[in-house]
């Protein structure tokens, strides 16, 4: 970029953010534009830096858990589930079977939460207003539940190593259902206000297309490549915390262009739905915490160990030197890997395309920068 | 960190005769054996050092000139086309102090192998971009928070961190509250951050 100058007349360079509302944070995206096709860009990224890997190695495993919550804020659940699970696969012991229901359930509406964030925002950018105050209102009921179970709202610290802190309260079930009923014909709403709608299919068809074999090369997971038509999903795939037991299905759809994702987010959450329909049913009783020391120390060795999270795969590589703190904790962020197809997708298409194509990888900057 | 250097002088059992020796500061590691691994030591002979597998997950250790075609070879011949995550470790202690660590899946074989290899301070591993196109950030953060770089790279330059800093901070002599104080007080215009 730096062999480009105002004088050389075919080329502008334009500079979005890190202050812009579309770009989700503080993304700063550096474009190179032919009139009003992007020729290129590039991602500046780094602002939310907080060497949270590097916090781990000087805290204990119990004490590094709350701070993956403020990786990806807006699913903290699912972090929280990879990196006990991370820790669980060295210590070699799995949380009693009560606890992964609830984990489950806990999870998947955290998926909900998530691509209700996602849709609002996406929508908004796009210039759709009104689902915005839509999701927010049922992504409300979601962190009710939250609150009721921990507390805790956003960074929840929902589980622990081994299982989880707190029983399930009185009246869970009820309140899961009675989500769960209220939820779906929201999604209908949802799908009643934008699907169909022409200014919706306009923008996003076609838009930011990246194929199955692209995904690959650029590692991109989640929603991104199952719109691609890739039927993967870690949770069929290398199924944990028991969800081989549940059925449902992997939406798929084949263009991979942003309304792709589109359908896949939604069909997804619907799918959500059903597997928290499923758990709810089932909650069995017994403990809630496995049989986990006070004081973790796994024995020397590495494991991967990686969640289907909202955005994709997130994965914790983790090292221990057979002390009560990680050696290395590694995070294999989803949010950022996709980030790095932006560029791929955006080559040829027009600046408002950019807006449109930032919003649909869904990246929250938390977990970019880590 | 002081105590991250705490040695490990805790008995196991402070009483008794002295029972079997505590178990060494290593991994538990089995060998690891398949179709697979028959393929590539017939393809790399003296390359690879060990096949090994911990807790289920299988990884291989080669000589870092050999990963690059490694992994080219494994993309092509055994469908290994994601690159999952690209990491390292730092052992100071060590003569070459850093570990190299690169995760692979396959979609087809839903299987997982991580490609582990040692790199010296100062030397130039080659880059996997022309391999797997994820390397590309994945590696700038390597070099970004250990300071090793990749030859080849198209665009080798920090990633997270601001160009300008000065340091490595995931290396273990960087200590948690040290910042580049200069930067700092060059562009934030404050003597310190913390």
């Known amino acids: 970029m730096a062999d480009s100058t105002f004088l050389d007349s075919t080329e502008l360079v334009l500079n979005m953010g890190p202050q812009h509302p579309s770009t989700h944070g503080v993304l700063r995206v550096i474009l190179k534009l032919d009139g009003e096709r992007v020729r290129g860009t590039e991602c500046v990224i780094g602002y939310l830096h907080r060497g949270v890997e590097k916090i781990a190695e000087n805290r204990t495993y119990q004490m590094f858990a709350p701070y993956v919550d403020r990786m990806d804020y807006v699913a903290s659940v699912s972090n929280g589930l990879g990196y006990c699970l991370a820790i669980e696969k060295l210590l070699n012991v799995e949380a009693p079977p009560r606890a992964q229901v609830a984990r489950v359930i806990l999870t998947e509406l955290n998926r909900i939460a998530s691509h209700l964030i996602w849709l609002g925002t996406h929508a908004l950018d796009i210039g759709a207003i009104t689902p915005l105050f839509y999701v927010f209102r049922e992504r409300e009921e979601i962190l009710n539940i939250y609150e009721n179970y921990c507390g805790a709202r956003l960074t929840t610290h929902a589980f622990r190593i081994g299982g989880l802190q707190y029983e399930l309260y009185d009246g869970f079930e009820e309140q899961v259902k009675a989500f769960c009923d209220m939820f779906l014909p929201k999604v209908d709403e949802y799908e009643e206000l934008l699907t169909g709608n022409r200014i919706w299919i306009e923008r996003l068809k076609g838009v930011g297309i990246l194929n199955g074999e692209e995904c690959k090369q650029y590692g991109v997971t989640g929603p991104m490549l199952r719109a691609a038509g890739v039927k993967w999903d870690l949770r069929k795939a290398q199924p944990y915390s028991g969800y081989e037991q549940y059925d449902f299905e992997i939406p798929t759809c084949e263009n991979g262009d942003t309304f792709d994702r589109y359908i896949v987010r939604m069909q997804e959450m619907r799918q959500s739905v059903r597997i928290i329909r499923q758990a709810v049913e089932k909650i069995p009783a017994g403990p809630i915490m496995g049989k986990v020391p006070k004081v973790i120390k796994p024995p020397v060795g590495e494991a991967y160990v990686s969640i289907e999270a909202p955005k994709g795969e997130l994965g914790y590589f983790v090292a221990s030197d057979g002390t009560t703190q990680p050696y290395r904790v590694r995070v294999r962020p989803p949010s950022f890997i996709n980030l790095q197809s932006l560029d791929r997708m955006c080559r040829g298409a027009l600046i408002a395309d950019v807006v449109a194509i930032i919003g649909t990888i869904d990246i929250v900057l938390g977990e970019v920068d880590r | ?194």
């Open chain 2, 1 to 194: 960190m002081p105590e991250e250097q705490k040695p490990e002088v805790k008995p196991a059992a402070p009483a008794g005769a002295p029972a079997a020796p505590k178990p060494a500061a290593v991994m538990a590691v089995a060998p690891w054996e398949s179709e697979l691994t028959r393929l590539l030591k017939d393809q790399f002979p003296d390359q690879i050092a060990e096949f090994s597998t911990y807790l289920g997950q299988n990884f291989l250790i080669a000589k870092v000139e050999a990963v690059v075609p490694i992994l080219e070879f494994l993309k092509l011949e055994a469908d290994f086309d994601y690159l999952v995550d690209v990491t390292a470790m730092d052992y100071p202690k060590r003569a070459e102090r850093f570990d190299l660590i690169y995760i692979l899946y396959s979609f087809a074989r839903n299987e997982r192998v991580r490609v582990k290899t040692v790199v010296a301070e100062g030397f130039k591993p080659a880059t996997a971009v022309g391999v797997h196109l994820t390397a590309n950030w994945l590696e700038r953060e390597v070099f970004d928070m250990f300071g090793i770089e990749f030859a080849g790279h198209p665009d080798m330059k920090r990633i997270l961190l601001p160009e300008e800093w000065e340091g490595y901070p995931l290396r273990k002599d960087y200590p948690i509250v040290k910042q580049d104080e200069r930067w700092v007080k060059e562009n934030l215009g404050i003597e310190s951050g913390q």
